[in-house]
């Protein structure tokens, strides 16, 4: 008697091994041939789930996406003041890429060939956007709770967005980097240096 397959567990096993061979060969490079090997099944089996590379790529950024909207929520939601927000924002994003490189090295990928938009279904621009928004939020918050100098904003969110990714290139491009030793750097830097009494 043949063994019955949960459709769920093996769309995750597919959705994982993409993941996998999209972070190792890169998504231009990837063909569904090779993710149905990295899965050890049948190409066939690929497209019971996923009827492109495209979709491959979509689930696994939705997959993404829904964690890093997590991570948002408890930002805007958690408790303690705009700063203390922000430094637990900070650590949940560095968390949340060492947990999962693969993910981290595909999105690394997709923005250096510029690949975004409708027609891949992946809108990077767009978590950019949602980070910088909640950072500014926090910033707001900071201000008006007065534990943030004065005059922050939206420019600020966009250099706090731009000192984790920085750290998170340098990363893909260089292994060797301990991106899990740099949240007490990045604290320092994104967040100490805006509380009030800081350097101007």
Do not use: N
Not at 11 to 29: S, W
Not at 114 to 131: H, K, L, M, W
Not at 146 to 172: D, K, N, S, Y
Request: glycine letters at 10%.
């Amino acid at each position: 008697m043949a063994r019955r397959v949960d459709p769920a567990a093996r769309r995750d096993l597919i959705l994982k091994a993409a993941v996998r061979v999209f972070a190792r060969q890169g998504f231009a490079a990837t063909r569904v041939d090779d993710v149905a090997g990295e899965a050890g099944v049948a190409k066939g089996s690929v497209y019971l789930h996923f009827d492109s590379r495209d979709a491959l790529l979509t689930a696994a950024f939705e997959e993404y996406r829904a964690h890093s909207r997590a991570v948002i929520q408890q930002a805007r939601t958690g408790p303690g003041d705009g700063l203390e927000r922000l430094a637990r924002l900070v650590r949940s994003v560095l968390d949340m890429v060492v947990a999962e490189p693969e993910l981290a090295r595909i999105l690394i990928d997709l923005w250096a060939a510029g690949r975004q938009g409708a027609a891949s279904g992946v809108d990077i621009a767009a978590v950019y956007r949602e980070y910088r928004a909640v950072i500014a939020e926090l910033l707001a918050d900071a201000e008006a709770e007065g534990v943030c100098r004065a005059g922050v904003g939206a420019g600020h969110a966009t250099v706090v967005v731009g000192a984790i990714e920085g750290c998170l290139v340098q990363w893909i491009v260089d292994p060797t980097l301990p991106v899990a030793e740099l949240t007490a750097p990045l604290l320092d830097v994104c967040v100490a240096g805006l509380r009030r009494g800081g350097a101007e």
